[in-house]
């Protein structure tokens, strides 16, 4: 998918954590057979991203279909993880889509509406739900720096966005993806009920 004859967005999948609370990096869960890391990866390519970028830390990790980024630095938070992967972004990249690898309910719809808000002229689209930003979350090449200079500790980008109100543009994904993290053995319990039931986005 490309804007008038430009290079597609890439896809940036933060997936260093140790998962603490969880019991283990979150990149290597597997729900229904399929690892976590691999599932944000599938993600983001089937919604046209390229390249996908990972970036991984507490967990080596080999994923196929990415260019995987270690982040030395994964203890100091998700704002080490963003730096590391738009570094590593190539400098013809247009735009990033930044996804996060503990939300399986984000759908490559709720991504393409992200790029095609893009595509109509969005600086940022932020994903929402219940008129709430979450993510995903697309950023322009231009904001690359500034976005990397505010991510600090365990916030990512949220910094830069909060600052700059301005740039984003809201995209309603509510009925294609939900922004719902596994973060403990009882989010993961109910994520799997409400598959089993049918009741996931």
């Given at each position: 998918?490309?804007?008038?004859?430009?290079?597609?967005?890439?896809?940036?999948?933060?997936?260093?954590?140790?998962?603490?609370?969880?019991?283990?990096?979150?990149?290597l869960l597997?729900?229904?057979?399929?690892?976590?890391?691999?599932?944000?990866?599938?993600?983001?390519?089937?919604?046209?991203?390229?390249?996908?970028?990972?970036v991984i830390g507490a967990a080596q990790v080999e994923v196929i279909g990415a260019v995987v980024v270690p982040n030395p630095g994964w203890r100091d938070g998700m704002g080490s993880s963003l730096r590391a992967g738009l570094a590593a972004l190539p400098p013809a990249c247009p735009a990033v889509v930044v996804a996060l690898v503990d939300q399986p309910r984000v759908s490559p719809a709720a991504v393409r509406r992200l790029i095609a808000a893009y595509e109509a002229g969005a600086e940022i689209a932020v994903a929402t739900y219940a008129g709430e930003p979450r993510n995903p979350v697309l950023l322009r090449a231009r904001h690359f720096a500034a976005a990397a200079e505010a991510a600090v500790g365990d916030t990512g980008a949220r910094g830069f966005l909060r600052a700059h109100p301005d740039l984003l543009t809201g995209v309603p994904c509510d009925d294609v993806a939900a922004p719902d993290d596994i973060d403990t053995p009882a989010d993961?319990?109910?994520?799997?009920?409400?598959?089993e039931h049918g009741t996931g986005a």
């Open positions: 998918m490309t804007l008038h004859g430009e290079e597609p967005p890439a896809g940036l999948l933060l997936a260093a954590g140790e998962g603490r609370r969880l019991g283990g990096p979150k990149a597997e729900l229904d057979g399929e690892r976590l890391v691999d599932r944000g990866v599938h993600l983001l390519r089937e919604a046209g991203c390229s390249p996908v970028i990972v993961l319990a109910a994520f799997i009920c409400s598959s």
